[in-house]
C-alpha cells in the first residue's frame, strides 16, 4: 500500500503570507493526488485535484504541483477562513490512502 | 447540488455490525459515479473503506475487506455500509462521499456528507 507523508505536521502563518504544505508519496504515484481542506466538525472539501487542477469554485489563491512522489500545496495569500486541517489523498493504485493532515493555525 | 447524509446509531456494541445509510439528494446514483465511505478515527487521519458503482461492482481497502459489504437501493437513491464484528477500533466518524471517474479510473472524493460518528462500546 501506497503511504503518505506530509510536512509540516503543523504551522501557524498570518493573514496575507504565502504557505507551503508538502506531501510525500511512499511509491511514484505520477499525478493521482488531490488535496482537501477539513474544518474541525466539518466534511474535507476538496480542493485540487490530478496534483495541479483547480476543483471548481476554489479560489485562485489555491495552487498545487508536483508528480511522481512529492506534491506541494501553495496558498498564495491566506485568508482568515483559510485555518484548518489540509490533506492529500493518493488515487494512483488501491487502497486509496490520505495524508496524516497538516494543521494550519492563523496567527 | 448534490447532498450527501449519513444516518445509522451512533452507538454500536462490540462484535455486532454496524449499518449506515447515505441517503443521495439532488443526484441520481446511477449516473457514473462510484460511492464511497471513509472515515476518521478521533484525532487520526482519513481512511478509506470502499466503493460501489451502480452496476454492483465493490472496492474496499484490504485490511477491512473480510468485515465489509456495500450496497445499493436505487430505488431510494441510497446506499449502505454495514461492517460486522466491530471492536473498540472502529469508533470513528464516517464520512460518505461521490466518488469522481477521471480518466475513467476511481479518483478523488467531490461531495461528502457531513458525517456521522459511531461508538462502539458495550
Known amino acids: 500500500a501506497i503511504q503518505l507523508t506530509q510536512s509540516p505536521s503543523s504551522l501557524s502563518a498570518s493573514v496575507g503570507d504565502r504557505v507551503t504544505i508538502t506531501c510525500r508519496a511512499s511509491?511514484?504515484?505520477?499525478?493521482?493526488l488531490a488535496w482537501y481542506h477539513q474544518k474541525p466538525g466539518k466534511a474535507p472539501k476538496v480542493l485540487i485535484y490530478?496534483?495541479?487542477s483547480l476543483e471548481s469554485g476554489v479560489p485562485s489563491r489555491f495552487s498545487g504541483s508536483g508528480s511522481g512522489t512529492d506534491f506541494t500545496l501553495t496558498i498564495s495569500s491566506l485568508q482568515p477562513e483559510d485555518f484548518g486541517t489540509y490533506c492529500c489523498?493518493?488515487?494512483?493504485?488501491?487502497?486509496?490512502?490520505f495524508g496524516p493532515g497538516t494543521k494550519l493555525d492563523i496567527k | 447540488q448534490v447532498q450527501l447524509q449519513e444516518s445509522g446509531p451512533g452507538l454500536v456494541k462490540p462484535s455486532e455490525t454496524l449499518s449506515l445509510t447515505c441517503s443521495v439528494s439532488g443526484f441520481s446514483i446511477s449516473s457514473g459515479y462510484f460511492w464511497g465511505w471513509i472515515r476518521q478515527p478521533p484525532g487520526k487521519g482519513l481512511e478509506w473503506i470502499g466503493s460501489?458503482?451502480?452496476?454492483?461492482?465493490?472496492y474496499y481497502t484490504p485490511s477491512l475487506k473480510s468485515r465489509v459489504t456495500q450496497s445499493l437501493d436505487m430505488s431510494k437513491n441510497q446506499f449502505s455500509l454495514q461492517l460486522n464484528s466491530v471492536t473498540a477500533a472502529d469508533t470513528a466518524v464516517y464520512y460518505c462521499?461521490?466518488?469522481?471517474?477521471?480518466?475513467?479510473?476511481?479518483?478523488?472524493?467531490?461531495?461528502w456528507g457531513q458525517g456521522t460518528p459511531v461508538t462502539v462500546s458495550s
Open positions: 489523498q493518493q488515487f494512483n493504485s488501491y487502497p486509496f490512502s
Open positions: 511509491q511514484g504515484i505520477s499525478s493521482a
Open positions: 490530478d496534483a495541479s
Open positions: 460501489i458503482y451502480q452496476t454492483g461492482t465493490t
Open positions: 462521499a461521490r466518488q469522481r471517474l477521471y480518466l475513467g479510473e476511481l479518483s478523488y472524493f467531490d461531495n
